[in-house]
């Protein structure tokens, strides 16, 4: 387990103290354009796949990649890297991954922003199974949730992640989207990002790209999506997980789930939002 150090910064805390450096460096060095499309997440909470959506739907489904990152960069980790240069070559619109909370993103005025959000329980097991493909993680199951519940996991707590983002949801640059809509109905989903964005859909192209983006085609080419083929350049695993399919699920120790029952009503009470906007 690595040591989470809680770092406090223009009043968010965050878990880890190099996420405070990276937002320095973001500030000084990163020049945003008015065309970047960002994608902000809490990690495990539908980024891929709404990389993979935007990319098919800008290229009318013919985008070709060795990994998704060369066509949707992971904004912070091109930070730490230095990889500003490399940011600069890239073609506009430059559709950028983030899970930088609100505060310490710097867009353009008329920057646009895709802000996906996923069950707090979804979340919490998929960032366990994320960080143990990572190896950053070699503890038990319950401890993870247990961490994650009460906003000490890795990263930053989901809990304030949620108060940064929440309050933005509706702002007109930004569009909301939850991972649960695009499982009912990602071509619905697909359509109003399109129409969001201002992309005209490519109507005769729909099919290949809805394709392209089920769970069954990503799962397959899992490599092209897995972090660590790019990052730790080890053998691809599985990334694609299990995707909010049935399945048999962890189950979560009743005291954990009465904790995150709690926090959430709290965190609705805070910011006023219903129980289908925190769950
Ligand atoms: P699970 O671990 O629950 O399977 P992120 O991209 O933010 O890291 O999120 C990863 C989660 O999105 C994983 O969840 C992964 O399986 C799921 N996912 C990725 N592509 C998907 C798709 N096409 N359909 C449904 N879920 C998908």
Known sequence: MLLSVPVKMAGVVYNQGNRMREMLRFRLEFRPRPDDIYIATYPKSGTTWTQMLLVQLLSKGD????????????????????????????????????HLPYGALRPAKDS???????????????????????RRWRSPFDRFISEMVR????????YQYMREWMPHRSDSNVLWVRYEDMRKDLEGQARRIAAFLGIPVPEERMAAILEKC??????QHDHKFDFRTAIYEESPGTFI???????????????????????????????????????
Request: aromatic residues 12%.
């Open 63 to 98: 985008a070709e990649f060795d990994h998704i990152l060369q066509k949707s960069p992971y904004l912070e980790e091109c930070i730490k890297n230095q990889r500003f240069a490399y940011l600069e070559r890239l073609p506009s619109p430059r559709i950028l991954k983030t």
């Open 112 to 134: 646009r922003i895709l802000f996906i959000t996923r069950d707090a329980k979804d979340t919490f097991v998929s960032c366990y199974h994320h960080f143990e493909l990572a």
């Open 151 to 158: 906003g000490r996991g890795f990263f930053m707590s989901w």
């Open 214 to 219: 089920s769970f069954e085609y990503m799962r």
């Open 241 to 279: 997980r299990q995707g909010g399919k049935g399945g048999p699920k962890q189950p979560l120790r009743a005291e954990d789930v009465a904790e995150l029952e709690k926090n959430l009503a709290k965190l609705r009470g805070e910011l006023h939002l219903k129980e289908t906007e925190v769950y």
